[in-house]
């Protein structure tokens, strides 16, 4: 009887364990891909502005610049844990080859942070300094979605 219980208990925390690791890359890929809807609500707006699609306003331009620095600045280890590529899971489009190549990583995320930051001193100036804030927050998106985020098609 004993035996029965502590093989049964044992089984019971293997499959626990699986699901609890099956639920905690669901919850991280969920989280880094609600970190890229913050960046993108952010960057609407003031692509919107640089475009002229949408009329400048240095208020709103200095908090959409604010949240995106902000937003940079959220430790990712969480949203990157192994596992959570495109090729072991379906919601995914990170490629894995992203975790061979952290150092690479590291520094495209560590440019991002410095283009959000030169956005988030330029936005709220004038339209000017925004436009010419706007292309290296860009630049720096497209070489790690190039690099390491599977495609659309």
Known sequence: MKRT???????????GSAVFADGHIDNA??????????????LGTLGGMA??????N???AQ???DNLAA??????????PQGSDSASNANSKAKADMWSNYGDVQAKGMAL????????????TDLEALRGAIGPVGAACQACHKAYRESNN
């Open 113 to 124: 942070g410095e283009a959000a930051a030169g956005m988030k001193a330029a936005a709220g």
């Open 29 to 42: 890929i969920k989280a880094r891909q609600a970190q890229m809807q913050l960046y993108a609500f952010s």
């Open 71 to 80: 937003v940079t600045m959220l430790h990712p280890a969480a949203f990157w």
């Open 5 to 15: 219980i502590a093989l049964a208990t044992a089984a019971l925390t293997l499959v």
């Open 51 to 56: 475009k002229g699609q949408i009329e400048y």
């Open 63 to 65: 908090a959409a610049a």
């Open 58 to 60: 240095a208020e709103a």
